[in-house]
């Protein structure tokens, strides 16, 4: 029923074929200080910002940021602090107490400040929300100006799942007063290396 | 250029100081204008209200009265639009295509067609700029907050040659003022609110003389103006532009 | 009852009005500054328009492309051609799975199929998770806009409402307090869902994905919880290809609230291993707008809220004035192609100012849909006869100059001279609140006649 009658109602009633626009990218191209304005909207956005020179600092500053983290996932080598393996097989609502997840980003856009995080980076998919803070490391050379740079970028990846994040979550539902920290991470940090 | 004079019906009723003042100005301006005395409405108010096929007599009939002439001139921004937009109702012949083309709003028409300024206007008050929605939406008479464009607008330009004239900025530069045509009376309640946030604005501001280029924005204003004695007046921009010491 | 009754009520209170007023044009004001910080936007909302106007000319290939690539990749695609296969899809999903407790995000979709009253009727719980739509659902109201659903609610009465469901200790409406003990309820919900209901805010021909947006978090928590998920999507959220998310998701967000981006905007391409994932491609009077010329383009809509945002008239008259699923500007041009009768005062709640237009980033021609609506509606609707009968003679009077001159010369001798009490009865709604002009002595006519004898 449904497929067959909805498709032939549209070939009755749809238009001629409208070309599809091609995009002329350089429009949007920008002269701007990517990591600067990455810095600037991560902020904005709700989120924080730390760097590090060297990335054997980054247990230590993560310390600094998040000293009573006690349930930590580590899903990087970079660092030490993880309280809790987890794996392919791991049940999601096991993660329901967790204080702190380190993960890396893979690049980030500078013109709206998120991060594009993908499966590849947390083998559990709720990692990222259920967690209370969030930590994503990340390298400042990776930086994209804008949207449609960063589709290229993700173009050949495996597709499963994956997302761009900006920010903790937050929502302002109640009488437009933005509260941070809805049903997602209370908190994300970002740190440059 | 021979200049055929529209004077819409309400302004002919309503406000014929609105059109005297027009008419001079154009004469000082020295444009060879002619007033084609049959004139009744163009339509608008029957569009709006979803009859517009009701409205083709008096379509024709304007293009009746104004085909002769080079260039058609209204002091009133939204039936200027309705020619431009809503004359696609009539069989597009080459006398309804060269109306269509060639109707200007005042201010447009100064600024636009003739490129010239006003000389010797003075009028020395605080002034608020309506910029009434179908002028500056509809036919461009400035840039529009919504759009990320260079901003613009011819009726400012016009005002700020005026001597003395002190033009004061509002905190909401182009919202709706509820007139609306109809939409006064079927939606009466909330034509009457958005009037009222529309003058206190321009209370907020300073302002002493509300203008703008469609008399019938103003005519809504007026009203409430007037019921709730308010200390501000309207008047319209051709009167302004025409005031002299 | 129609818009203007409604809008009538809702502006007794012009304290509330003003709040109401005020809290949409923040959201406005913040969406203007986000805008002038894109360079190029005016070349996105083209390109955005145009790629829009290409799905709508290719549909039916880009669905067919699109299911093909979803099942590839272990999605479970169904069809459904009105609102109740809609819903009875989804209820045999979830029967299959003897889900009971369903948490659902935001889906303008199944607010417009009606489908939590469907499956609460089947003994199925269904919770909205976005914490406005929480809000109108304790409420039992329908929300009242499509990305603020709780906007009409001061924090008092979520205080309230709060107190009452969630047993909450009273805080003056602490939206920090209101929105961690809503977090602490809606959690427990998650984790206890047995199927996750999700919106699309777009679907990938391409690559037979589909992308969620939200800032709470709170589709995804409900997704990667639950082993089932169903994302329920109108045929028009599909675009061709994945770079194309690069155009839409810099203008929905900056758009709907200012943001340059939600906080989270989810990429599903397949299920977890050991899950499902459903989606259901609605049609429900689609395709029928699809072949309306003049309103094909309000297909166009990202379901980003500006329109109304920007409305002077919605801003003024509250969503639920509009009484249909999706208010304010673009409601009052889709709404009219599902129950003309019904919805016939929408096309009217407009001055035709045309803000609309200028935000949508789609750059649907709003302002002029609903002109072109009013005509549809005059035709096909009975309209009251005086109303009719009135019209139809000034568009008769209107093309004959000597008798409209007369009556006009005699209604200004009526306005002049006839008493107060008469001139503003109750007949008179102008009157109400607004005086008359001052009527002159003669009219522009009789002056220049006069001046030309005497000149």
């Not at chain 3, 602490?174 to 984790?191: C, G, M, Q, V």
Request: proline share 4%.
């Amino acid at each position: 029923m449904g497929r067959e009658a909805i498709l032939n109602s549209i070939k009755k009633n749809k238009p001629e074929l409208v070309n599809i626009p091609k995009i002329d990218i350089q429009l949007f191209d920008e002269e701007i200080d990517l990591v600067e304005t990455f810095k600037n909207n991560v902020q904005l956005v709700g989120g924080s910002i730390a760097e590090i020179n060297q990335i054997n600092n980054l247990d230590s500053e993560i310390k600094k940021l998040y000293p009573n983290a006690k349930n930590i996932v580590t899903h990087i080598p970079e660092s030490n602090l993880g309280t809790i393996e987890i794996t392919n097989e791991t049940t999601p609502h096991s993660l329901k107490n967790v204080d702190l997840t380190i993960i890396k980003g893979e690049f980030g856009i500078s013109e709206n400040g998120a991060v594009w995080i993908s499966e590849d980076q947390f083998p559990i998919r709720v990692l990222p929300f259920i967690t209370n803070d969030l930590v994503i490391l990340l390298q400042k050379e990776s930086l994209c100006l804008h949207m449609y740079n960063a589709y290229k970028k993700i173009f050949d990846r495996r597709r499963t799942f994956g997302l761009f994040i900006s920010g903790p979550s937050k929502t302002a539902d109640i009488e437009q007063c933005l509260v941070i920290g809805a049903q997602g991470a209370m908190n994300l940090t970002v740190i440059l290396v | 250029m021979k200049v055929g004079l529209f004077i819409p019906c309400y302004i002919n009723q309503l406000y014929p100081n609105v059109a005297i003042a027009t008419l001079e100005l154009l004469e000082k301006l020295n444009v060879d204008v002619y007033y084609p005395l049959n004139q009744t409405c163009c339509g608008q108010p029957l569009g709006n209200s979803g009859y517009e096929s009701d409205a083709k007599g008096a379509c024709q009939l304007f293009v009746e009265n104004f085909k002769e002439y080079d260039v058609v001139v209204g002091p009133s921004g939204s039936c200027v639009h309705h020619i431009v937009e809503h004359f696609d109702l009539l069989p597009q012949t080459e006398e309804v295509k060269k109306i269509r083309n060639n109707t200007f709003e005042l201010c447009e028409f100064i600024v636009k067609v003739l490129g010239k300024k006003i000389e010797g206007a003075s009028f020395p008050h605080k002034v608020g700029l309506h910029k009434s929605c179908h002028g500056l939406r509809g036919l461009k008479l400035g840039s529009c907050s919504e759009k990320v464009e260079p901003y613009f607008s011819i009726e400012e330009d016009l005002l700020n040659e005026v001597e003395g004239l002190e033009l004061m900025s509002l905190n909401r530069k182009d919202e709706c003022c509820g007139f609306g045509g109809t939409f006064s009376v079927f939606e009466e309640a909330i034509s009457v609110k958005m009037g009222k946030d529309k003058i206190q604005d321009h209370l907020d501001n300073g302002v002493e003389i509300i203008t703008g280029a469609d008399h019938s924005c103003l005519m809504h204003l007026e009203g409430l103006i007037n019921r709730n004695k308010q200390p501000i007046k309207v008047m319209h921009i051709a009167e302004i532009l025409n005031s002299s010491l | 009852m129609s818009h203007s009754k409604k809008a009538k009520i809702f502006n007794k209170n012009e304290d509330k009005v003003n709040w109401h007023d005020k809290a949409l044009w923040f959201v406005r004001e913040k969406r203007d500054v986000a805008a002038n910080k894109v360079k190029g936007w005016e070349h996105l909302r083209d390109y955005a328009s145009g790629i829009k106007a290409n799905v709508l000319s290719n549909l039916d290939n880009y669905l067919v492309e699109f299911e093909s690539n979803a099942i590839k990749n272990g999605i479970k695609v169904h069809w459904a051609s009105n609102a109740e296969e809609h819903n009875t899809i989804v209820h045999k999903i979830l029967q299959k799975h003897n889900a009971k407790n369903i948490v659902k995000s935001k889906s303008m979709l199944t607010e417009e199929c009606h489908l939590n009253p469907y499956l609460e009727a089947q003994g199925i719980e269904v919770v909205d998770t976005d914490l406005g739509e929480y809000i109108v659902q304790i409420a039992k109201e329908a929300p009242s806009h499509i990305v603020l659903p709780a906007i009409h609610k001061t924090k008092e009465e979520v205080d309230e409402l709060f107190q009452e469901h969630l047993g909450t200790t009273p805080s003056n409406g602490n939206p920090e307090y209101l929105t961690n003990e809503a977090r602490k309820h809606l959690r427990s919900k998650f984790l206890n869902a047995d199927a996750a209901i999700t919106g699309v805010n777009f679907a990938v021909a391409e690559t037979g994905g589909f992308v969620v947006c939200t800032n709470e978090g709170n589709a995804d928590m409900g997704a990667h919880l639950a082993k089932v998920h169903i994302a329920c999507m109108g045929i028009e959220k599909i675009i061709p290809k994945e770079e194309h998310l690069g155009i839409f998701l810099c203008l929905l967000a900056r758009s709907a609230t200012g943001q340059p981006i939600t906080t989270y905007s989810s990429h599903f391409n397949k299920p977890i291993e050991g899950n499902e994932m459903h989606i259901v491609i609605v049609d429900n009077g689609r395709t029928e707008q699809l072949n309306r010329e003049d309103f094909r383009s309000s297909l166009h809509c990202i379901r980003c809220g500006a329109c109304m945002n920007t409305c002077p008239i919605y801003r003024r008259s509250g969503g639920h004035s509009y009484d249909a699923t999706i208010p304010g500007p673009i409601g009052s041009i889709l709404s009219p192609g599902k129950d003309l009768k019904k919805h016939s005062s929408l096309p009217f709640a407009s001055t035709l100012c045309g803000s609309c237009t200028n935000v949508c980033p789609v750059k649907i021609n709003i302002h002029e849909q609903l002109y072109k609506w009013r005509q549809i509606v005059v035709k096909d609707v009975k309209q009251p006869f005086v109303k009719k009968v009135v019209l139809k003679i000034t568009g008769w009077l209107m093309a004959r100059p000597k008798l409209f001159n007369l009556l006009g010369k005699s209604g200004r001798f009526i306005l002049k001279y006839a008493p107060r009490f008469v001139v503003y009865s109750k007949l008179n709604a102008w009157g109400n609140a607004r005086e008359l002009p001052k009527i002159e002595k003669q009219n522009f006519n009789q002056w220049y006649k006069n001046r030309n004898k005497n000149g």
